[in-house]
């Protein structure tokens, strides 16, 4: 089946750093790619988004890089911090322009002091 | 107060029992989404509802079933719970603009545990 996965389960990394996380798909149909934080207790929150004629999109401090050849897709946070501490999930839009989507299962980015 | 609004934030039940997870919203979005969470998973697509007259089942609908009752109201029935359900239930919207549509606004979830 299809599916949306992330590297690594925890990713640890000091404050102040730049944090990559990355993230593997193989439904190389899929168009339209989101980033997701998900604080504890919290819902997941919108981060970014790329569509698969983009390779790189920038935000406020974080940039999302999308790899069509090798299927890949990485959020990279500048000069980390520590509210930055999250569960972060990418997820593929399986069905353009709806809210249907596949979620990976997410990476937790621990933010040291 | 929370745009998207569940209710119970979390439920404790038997298996057998019949549960109803209900969401509202104030941000005016017609479409509106249940989704299920599972530990060291991602979310997984129970239903979703575009407008009030349309309801279409997810990924995992089996077992559950929803009710568009308002445009700002959507909620999620487990007619006979089984501990397989035991999760954390999100609700979510999202506005129907073209582009955006993948931008989900959740609630804060409902955590229900079925013993």
């Known amino acids: 089946g299809e599916s949306v996965g992330l590297h690594l389960p925890t990713l640890s990394v000091q404050e102040g750093d730049n944090s990559i996380i990355n993230c593997a798909y193989s439904?190389?149909?899929?168009?339209?790619f989101i980033w997701y934080k998900q604080e504890s207790g919290k819902g997941p929150q919108f981060i970014i988004d790329i569509r698969s004629n983009m390779d790189k999109r920038q935000g406020q401090r974080v940039t999302v890089l999308l790899n069509k050849t090798v299927k890949h897709l990485s959020l990279q946070i500048a000069a980390t911090q520590p509210g930055d501490s999250a569960v972060y999930f990418c997820?593929?839009?399986?069905?353009?322009?709806?809210?249907?989507?596949?979620f990976g299962q997410g990476t937790t980015l621990q933010v040291k002091p | 107060d929370a745009d998207v609004t569940q209710t119970p934030r979390n439920r404790i039940t038997k298996t057998g029992k019949r549960i109803m997870l209900e969401c509202s919203q104030t941000k005016g979005h017609d479409r509106m989404y249940w989704y299920r969470q599972d530990p060291g998973l991602g979310l997984r697509l129970i239903y979703y509802s575009f407008d009030v007259k349309d309801i279409n089942k997810g990924e995992i609908s089996d077992g559950y079933s929803v009710s568009r009752q308002a445009q700002a109201k959507f909620s999620l029935s487990l007619e006979s719970a089984i501990p397989n359900q035991t999760a954390l239930y999100f609700c979510?919207?999202?506005?129907?603009?073209?582009?955006?549509?993948?931008?989900?606004?959740f609630g804060e979830g409902s955590r229900l545990t079925v013993l």
């Open positions: 979510a919207t999202s506005v129907r603009a073209s582009g955006r549509a993948g931008e989900l606004f």
């Open positions: 439904n190389s149909a899929s168009d339209y």
């Open positions: 997820a593929e839009n399986f069905a353009s322009n709806t809210g249907k989507l596949i």
